[in-house]
């Protein structure tokens, strides 16, 4: 069983950055993927970025450019640096991987860029 728990969400003025955080725990040997999706009210879950164990790199289109994904796997940890935060990224963002051919979630954290 994997517990995920995300950090660093909250409000932020448009231009603004923000460190999203999410620590993987529990019984855990060698995780996969892990990545962020978002979904904002009405909208479909939209996927954010993921990195697998080797450290490839995979991004949604409208992030690509300003969010920058990476893992510590040495703490079972994966990051997203967001930048150049625009209104329409807000949205809760939800953490994921993907171990023992499952995938976890987290239960989401809430971004929100406004002025």
């Known amino acids: 069983q994997v517990h995920l728990v995300e950090s660093g969400g909250g409000l932020v003025q448009p231009g603004g950055s923000l460190r999203l955080s999410c620590a993987a725990s529990?019984?855990?040997?060698?995780?996969?993927?892990m990545g962020w999706y978002r979904q904002a009210p009405g909208k479909e879950r939209e996927l954010v970025a993921y990195?697998?164990?080797?450290?490839?790199?995979n991004y949604g289109d409208s992030v690509k450019g300003r969010f920058t994904i990476s893992r510590d796997n040495a703490k079972n940890t994966v990051y997203v640096q967001m930048n150049s935060l625009k209104p329409e990224d807000t949205a809760v963002y939800l953490c994921?991987?993907?171990?023992?051919?499952?995938?976890?979630w987290g239960q989401g954290t809430q971004v929100t860029v406004s002025s």
């Open positions: 990195i697998t164990s080797g450290g490839t790199t």
């Open positions: 994921y991987c993907n171990y023992n051919l499952r995938a976890y």
């Open positions: 529990g019984s855990i040997f060698s995780i996969n993927d």
